[in-house]
């Protein structure tokens, strides 16, 4: 069951990064063109998933806010455990006044609501790269206790005595340890980064005009879900598909590393 689901996600994810690069490819309208002839049109021939009632082809809409909220999970999945890993370790092998206020930053980090909080903040900094700064808390404090106790580890002892300075022990000696928590952690992060910026571009502050993502396809189609459903599914089945591949490639790299790690 764990390597199925690991299997799953994997490939899930692989399909959908493929299909939004390659997808665009085998359609014959772009997703910036508009087909005058063909206004809030069902599926056909000519355009495989409708068109909007600007006459957008539905089908490359889709597949371009899947490119760019696929692309925007990812980077900022990798930026959220990264920070985590950096804080955590600093704050765990340093301690002391520094470990103290790396944590008190994370305390309030915590404290705040991280969706109004972010689109509080996304306006003045237009980009969704923000939403990174409000992933990292909890792995922080993960990273910081196994790095709190492995600095005692002899190994690391033994390399301290030696003279290698904290940068290389951290790097060479500790950050092996947490691979493992750390590739979890990536994993996870890119579905709930995906709905991050999937809420944000819905509510009008995530990727900016002319250009989309899932949650703009969306919103535009959400006033017309029961009515003219083609607007609307598409992109609400993308989204589905990142969340649960993601989740089940997560939750497979868990089962197989966490004992390990």
């Given at each position: 069951?764990?390597?199925?689901?690991?299997?799953?996600?994997?490939?899930?994810?692989?399909?959908?990064?493929?299909?939004?690069?390659?997808?665009?490819?085998?359609?014959?309208?772009?997703?910036?063109?508009?087909?005058?002839?063909?206004?809030?049109?069902?599926?056909?021939?000519?355009?495989?998933?409708?068109?909007?009632?600007?006459?957008?082809?539905?089908?490359?809409?889709?597949?371009?806010?899947?490119?760019?909220?696929?692309?925007?999970?990812?980077?900022?999945?990798?930026?959220?455990?990264?920070?985590?890993?950096?804080?955590?370790?600093?704050?765990?092998?340093?301690?002391?006044?520094?470990?103290?206020?790396?944590?008190?930053?994370?305390?309030?980090?915590?404290?705040?609501?991280?969706?109004?909080?972010v689109a509080t903040v996304s306006p003045a900094l237009r980009g969704v790269l923000v939403l990174?700064?409000?992933?990292?808390?909890?792995?922080?404090?993960?990273?910081?206790?196994?790095?709190?106790?492995?600095?005692?580890?002899?190994?690391?002892?033994?390399?301290?005595?030696?003279?290698?300075?904290?940068?290389?022990?951290?790097?060479?000696?500790?950050?092996?340890?947490?691979?493992?928590?750390?590739?979890?952690?990536?994993?996870?992060?890119?579905?709930?980064?995906?709905?991050?910026?999937?809420?944000?571009?819905?509510?009008?502050?995530?990727?900016?005009?002319?250009?989309?993502?899932?949650?703009?396809?969306?919103?535009?189609?959400?006033?017309?879900?029961?009515?003219?459903?083609?607007?609307?599914?598409?992109?609400?089945?993308?989204?589905?598909?990142?969340?649960?591949?993601?989740?089940?490639?997560?939750?497979?790299?868990?089962?197989?590393?966490?004992?390990?790690?």
């Amino acid at each position: 069951m764990t390597r199925a689901r690991l299997a799953v996600g994997t490939g899930g994810l692989v399909s959908l990064l493929v299909l939004a690069y390659a997808g665009p490819l085998c359609a014959r309208w772009s997703w910036a063109g508009v087909d005058l002839s063909a206004f809030r049109q069902p599926p056909s021939a000519g355009h495989w998933l409708g068109t909007t009632p600007t006459g957008r082809d539905v089908y490359a809409l889709t597949l371009r806010g899947l490119r760019f909220s696929l692309v925007s999970g990812l980077v900022v999945a990798v930026c959220a455990t990264g920070l985590a890993a950096v804080t955590g370790t600093v704050a765990g092998y340093l301690g002391g006044r520094t470990d103290r206020s790396l944590m008190f930053l994370a305390d309030v980090l915590l404290v705040l609501p991280p969706l109004l909080a972010v689109a509080t903040v996304s306006p003045a900094l237009r980009g969704v790269l923000v939403l990174a700064a409000f992933l990292w808390m909890v792995t922080a404090r993960v990273v910081r206790a196994m790095t709190a106790s492995l600095r005692e580890r002899e190994f690391v002892v033994a390399a301290r005595h030696l003279g290698v300075r904290p940068p290389a022990i951290v790097v060479r000696h500790i950050v092996p340890h947490l691979a493992s928590l750390l590739a979890v952690d990536a994993t996870l992060n890119v579905s709930t980064a995906v709905i991050g910026e999937t809420s944000l571009s819905y509510l009008g502050l995530g990727v900016r005009p002319p250009d989309v993502s899932l949650g703009t396809v969306i919103a535009d189609g959400a006033s017309s879900a029961t009515t003219f459903p083609w607007l609307f599914a598409p992109p609400v089945a993308a989204l589905a598909a990142v969340v649960v591949a993601a989740n089940l490639l997560g939750e497979g790299l868990r089962d197989v590393l966490g004992p390990a790690a």
